[in-house]
């Protein structure tokens, strides 16, 4: 799912890396929902993990945890690393070329997978690979952790999540909020149960998954 067009950022820096705006905002609501939920120690693997803000702020804050970055965008990539020299993050990996719907993933295990604001932005044909990927890679009580905007059955959708909605479509229609009860009944195709729905700022949640 290589889309250059889903990172909205400006143009790198010198050193290559990439701003999101939204990642210094979200960063920390993140960490609070997010830290509780991950081993002391072990691999997390962060699925699209875009301009690589959010792996260096996570990393320093979980030292006991490896933090194996990923995105699909070699310009991504090349941010990821850029931001773990500048922040000399060591628990934080080079950066894989992984697009969740192509498969096999190069790598074979991880104790935590985290994603954030990919689902909306990708077709639907890349969260099924994600969810066949946390199927395979994760262990028993491992924890799949996904943070964006929502649509959910019987209940009201902001305008604000309307409007975006539509953007997403106008800009590809392959894109858009997906209804999380869809999602939800993907990851119990691949023993993942929907375990927490925790409501952050913006209108996006916290949604939670753990491994049978």
């Known amino acids: 799912m290589a889309d250059p067009s889903a990172l909205p950022t400006g143009p790198a820096d010198a050193a290559g890396r990439l701003v ?11 960490l609070g929902v997010l830290g509780p939920l ?3 120690s072990g691999l997390v693997l962060e699925i699209a993990s875009g301009s690589g803000e959010h792996a260096v702020h996570f990393a320093r804050a979980l030292p006991g945890i490896v933090w194996q970055p990923s995105d699909p965008v070699a310009e991504a ?4 690393a850029a931001w773990t020299a500048a922040e000399r993050t060591p628990n934080v990996r080079p ?25 909306h932005i990708s ?11 946390a199927g395979d890679l994760l262990p028993p ?44 009944a993907l ?12 409501e952050m700022p913006a209108n996006n949640l916290s949604v939670v998954f753990r491994r049978s």
């Open 95 to 119: 950066p894989l070329a992984l697009d969740t719907a192509q498969w096999p993933w190069p790598l074979d295990r991880a104790d935590a997978i985290v994603c954030i604001n990919m689902i």
């Open 141 to 184: 009580g491992g924890v799949l952790y996904l943070y964006g905007p929502y649509l959910r059955a019987g209940m009201p959708t902001t305008e604000g999540n309307q409007a975006f909605d539509a953007d997403l479509k106008r800009r590809n229609p392959a894109w858009g909020l997906r209804l999380l009860e869809d999602v939800a």
């Open 20 to 30: 999101l705006p939204a990642a210094a905002r979200n960063r920390d609501p993140i």
């Open 187 to 198: 990851a119990a195709e691949h023993g993942l149960r929907l375990e927490q729905v925790t």
């Open 38 to 40: 991950l081993p002391a």
């Open 77 to 80: 990539r090349t941010s990821i």
């Open 123 to 133: 077709p639907w044909g890349a969260t099924q690979g994600l969810m066949r990927g």
